[in-house]
């Protein structure tokens, strides 16, 4: 069941993060991006691992949602099906190359299609 729900997440994320520019370099201060207190991405001139981190995240959210519309309940990925994607998105690199752009594009997409065009 999980290869199902995995393989057009894997795929979009791989589309988005693998058009950026070269893995960003932290230059000091905080690895803590900034925020607009709304929890929104202040604008930045890196991606970072947690910007990563949330991408994963929001791509994982945003397929579950499509798959609620359409599968029966039993069927959806558990929550540990989820949490294993999310680990497995997080430990790929391409999202560091991300331009802050598109991640800001990324994060607000609400569809998988929105998600892959955001480059």
């Known amino acids: 069941m999980l290869q199902r729900w995995v393989v057009p997440v894997t795929i979009v994320l791989a589309v988005a993060c693998g058009h ?8 000091g201060g905080s690895a803590q991006p900034e925020t607009h ?12 691992e947690r910007d990563c ?3 994963a995240q929001h791509a994982v959210a945003i397929r579950v ?3 609620r519309k359409t ?4 069927q959806l990925p558990t929550e540990a099906e989820q949490a294993k994607l999310v ?3 997080r430990a ?6 991300l331009s802050p752009a598109a991640l800001r594009c990324a ?12 480059r």
Do not use: F, K, M, Y
Request: with cysteine; aromatic share 0%; hydrophobic share 40%.
């Open 92 to 97: 790929d690199p391409a999202c560091l190359r």
């Open 53 to 55: 981190d949330q991408l």
């Open 71 to 74: 599968t029966p309940a039993d």
């Open 65 to 67: 949602a499509e798959l």
């Open 87 to 89: 680990a497995e998105l």
């Open 20 to 27: 950026g520019t070269e893995p960003a370099r932290p230059r």
């Open 107 to 118: 994060i607000a997409a609400t569809s998988l299609d929105a998600l892959a065009a955001c």
């Open 37 to 48: 207190g709304s929890g929104e991405l202040a604008p930045s001139t890196t991606v970072n």
